[in-house]
């Protein structure tokens, strides 16, 4: 019977499951087939070629935010790069925020004070439950029709608030301030050594050394030292009112600080639940423990408490760096230059070639989510348990 | 009696010890609850002033009707800062129905009460006559089309006319009930043990994963006229659609491979030992369990799809805030802009917070059912 080859075929489950793999793959290539012979008709139906030679023509568009210098008469290319610099600008230093006040919200959450967690507790449940772009609008009309140049609001003598934007003085490094920058590298690479050593002599003397005061002390006093050695080689462009408009000094654009706002004020609510979790994931013999070892509040948390919550904390911490790096492309809601608003969009209606740019932005999109992911896991591996030996 | 005794029967009922426990434990404990009492009055006063003690309804301080922005309170008299919620009410049949025709709207209306009812079904497992809600439940996509859209005895009503809330239930329980057939099988698929099988199912989900809904929503209002043939051109709604399902599939198919993962190995052998084939295992033993273990992540997928559906008015649709913005570009209105947004932001809180609310308490009665 079981050898009858017909019968084999069907209930055979390793030559059954190679023919439904063929008839899927076959059914997909047709699928491609056609899709792109339709697709091949339609374009040349409505005169657009493909090909990515337009990267290297000109825009022909301004952008009003931009890190590099970009003119209407630069490339497409160069286009993309304003727009992935600008994503990757407000990617970053909303993480930077959004972690900070996370972590902040989740211990507040946690307080064994009833009305200040319940503050926490209305903060994270109303900014969960409203659409990110809703928020991020509320935001840039907010800060859109804050007072005129002319009425600024003044605070903390050379900042001002208006409705182009936040003014404030800018650095202009005079020479010899790389000697400063150095100074503070060399600091950096040198109490990493130091660290590793006094926690070596830790381990064979028992003498504990506050390791982080002293290491914070160097960080921070040789470049200061440094600075005044070289003579103070910095100062300051304060801004001035001109006529209409600023002059000097930089400034923090309405669109720029309404994503940076709505994207962090969001994403910290959804972080401070998972640290939140992540320290209620810790058991409560843990810190019974190291109570009835004698061990200092302060110690509890920093050498029992937090390195057993961060292998909680960090993997859905990470997909809540994703979201926000994703949601940074609603920028095109507020006129904010991000990837998908100048490149994916204006670019787009300009030469119409939609099937290379959104590839070339969904490609984009995919390596700025592999790269987190990747640093990420990374930086789990090392929070993570270490064998049981 | 003297004043320590009352304060120490005060402190001694059951009111005074949980004050004393929860705010009053310590001075750091004191000083961060009137630091809190302090805050909360100054926002709690600002806003209620702001948004009720202060607003103009109706009518404004004159008690004259408000017909347009140069009525409110605000705009006649400097001194006043109230919230002028005349717009919502005056443009409150688009916030719900677009630009649905108005003899017509008993449909949606119609539709949106069998909404819920469809629902119970599914969101309640111990009603009486379950059976019968959840064969309307299945019903009740035919019902909605028929009725929102038009076909015989009724006059059809193109989806450029939808608006407003439709809009955004639209797109969410659709997308969310189109997913949900499709993220099983990619899940599914995803577990397969045939290499190709799960490898496409994990490209497609990572890929999707991957990119911002925005570029879904491009690409689809953009590129799908291009990829179909002459003469099908979907509706700027239909692909929005298309965008929305395939990127709630994916998510929803890894809060599904989450459930999957977690019925034991043994199920599975048990099942096939029993002389099950891998589709009767599946659909008797395997999904009925995961499925009841992902319910929770599903919702909470859900309810990022729901608020994620107000993306569309980037690409030209309606939905609750694309009407609020369109009501603010309007000269007789312009400048409510936060009574707007406050308003939007009302009814995406209602429907996300009920939401839940409700995968909360499954995720509790699970652990309870666990436990028997």
């Known amino acids: 019977m079981t050898s009858n080859p017909l019968r084999k075929l069907l209930f055979d489950e390793k030559i059954r499951s190679i023919w439904i793999q063929a008839l899927i793959v076959g059914l997909f290539a047709f699928l491609v087939y056609t899709v792109s012979q339709t697709t091949a008709y339609n374009l040349e139906k409505r005169g657009i070629g493909t090909g990515f030679e337009f990267l290297q023509m000109s825009a022909g568009y301004d952008i009003s935010f931009s890190l590099i210098d970009f003119t209407s008469k630069d490339t497409h290319l160069r286009a993309y790069f304003v727009g992935v610099l600008n994503t990757l600008l407000v990617s970053v230093t909303g993480i930077f925020l959004a972690t900070i006040l996370g972590f902040l919200v989740g211990v507040i959450r946690l307080s064994s004070n009833w009305l200040f967690r319940n503050i926490a507790y209305v903060y994270v449940e109303f900014t969960r439950n409203v659409p990110v772009l809703l928020q991020i609008i509320l935001w840039y009309s907010i800060l859109i029709h804050l007072p005129k140049v002319k009425q600024a609001v003044q605070f903390l003598e050379y900042f001002y608030l208006t409705n182009r934007g936040l003014y404030s003085p800018s650095p202009i490094f005079l020479e010899g301030f790389r000697f400063v920058a150095w100074s503070f590298v060399i600091a950096i690479i040198f109490t990493s050594f130091l660290k590793k050593y006094l926690k070596k002599k830790q381990n064979i003397t028992g003498n504990q050394y506050p390791i982080f005061y002293i290491n914070s002390a160097i960080i921070i006093f040789t470049p200061i030292l440094i600075f005044y050695i070289m003579g103070m080689p910095m100062e300051f462009s304060h801004p001035v009112i001109k006529g209409f408009n600023f002059q000097g000094g930089m400034v923090l654009r309405p669109e720029f600080m309404g994503m940076l706002l709505g994207l962090s004020i969001y994403t910290a609510a959804f972080i401070s639940e998972t640290v939140r979790s992540g320290i209620m994931a810790v058991s409560k013999g843990q810190r019974e423990a190291s109570q009835a070892l004698g061990l200092k509040s302060n110690f509890i948390m920093r050498l029992i408490i937090i390195p057993q919550a961060l292998r909680v904390i960090i993997p859905p911490l990470t997909s809540q760096y994703l979201n926000l790096t994703k949601n940074s492309s609603l920028g095109i809601a507020i006129g904010y230059s991000d990837l998908v608003h100048g490149f994916g969009g204006i670019s787009l209606n300009q030469t119409g070639k939609a099937i290379e740019i959104m590839l070339i932005v969904m490609v984009t999109y995919l390596i700025m989510s592999l790269t987190i992911s990747l640093l990420m896991n990374i930086y789990n591996r090392t929070v993570q348990f270490k064998g049981n030996a | ?372």
């Not at chain 2, 947004?341 to 995406?348: D, G, K, P, Q, T």
């Open chain 2, 1 to 372: 009696m003297t004043t320590a005794a009352i304060n120490n029967s005060f402190l001694r009922s059951k009111a005074g010890i949980w004050l004393r426990k929860n705010l009053f434990s310590n001075w750091v404990n004191t000083f961060i609850t009137l630091l809190s009492l302090y805050f909360i009055w100054e926002v709690g006063s600002f806003f209620l002033n702001w948004a009720i003690f202060d607003a103009d309804f109706l009518v404004n301080f004159r008690g004259e009707e408000i017909l347009d922005r140069t009525y409110c309170s605000k705009n006649i008299e400097p001194g006043l800062h109230g919230a002028c919620w005349a717009i919502i009410d005056a443009r409150f049949y688009q916030f719900m129905y677009g630009f649905y025709p108005a003899e017509e709207v008993w449909r949606v209306n119609l539709t949106f009460f069998l909404l819920p009812i469809s629902l119970v079904g599914i969101f309640f497992d111990k009603i009486p006559y379950r059976k019968f809600f959840i064969y309307f439940t299945f019903l009740f996509p035919f019902i909605a089309y028929y009725l929102l859209y038009g076909g015989p005895t009724l006059s059809q009503v193109g989806t450029n006319k939808w608006g407003g809330l439709l809009v955004t239930l639209f797109l969410g329980v659709t997308g969310i009930g189109l997913a949900f057939p499709l993220s099983i099988l990619l899940a599914l698929g995803r577990r397969s043990q045939m290499p190709i099988i799960s490898s496409m199912c994990v490209i497609f989900i990572e890929f999707i994963r991957g990119v911002p809904l925005i570029t879904l929503l491009f690409t689809a209002n953009v590129m799908l006229p291009l990829f179909l043939p002459d003469g099908i051109s979907p509706d700027n709604l239909l692909r929005a659609l298309v965008a929305v399902t395939l990127f709630q599939s994916a998510y929803m198919a890894e809060a599904i491979r989450g459930g999957l993962q977690a019925i034991p190995r043994g199920q599975v052998e048990a099942a096939r030992a029993m002389g099950l084939s891998y589709w009767q295992s599946t659909r008797k033993i395997i999904l009925p369990q995961a499925l009841r273990i992902s319910i929770p992540p599903i919702v909470n997928t859900s309810i990022g799809l729901f608020k994620d559906t107000s993306l569309v008015l980037i690409i030209g649709l309606f939905d609750l805030l694309g009407i609020g913005r369109a009501a603010l570009a309007d000269m007789s209105w312009i400048k409510l802009y936060y009574e707007v947004y406050v308003f939007v932001s009302l009814v995406f809180f209602i429907f996300c917070f009920a939401m839940s609310r409700y995968s909360l308490y499954l995720e509790k009665k699970l652990k309870t059912d666990n436990s028997k």
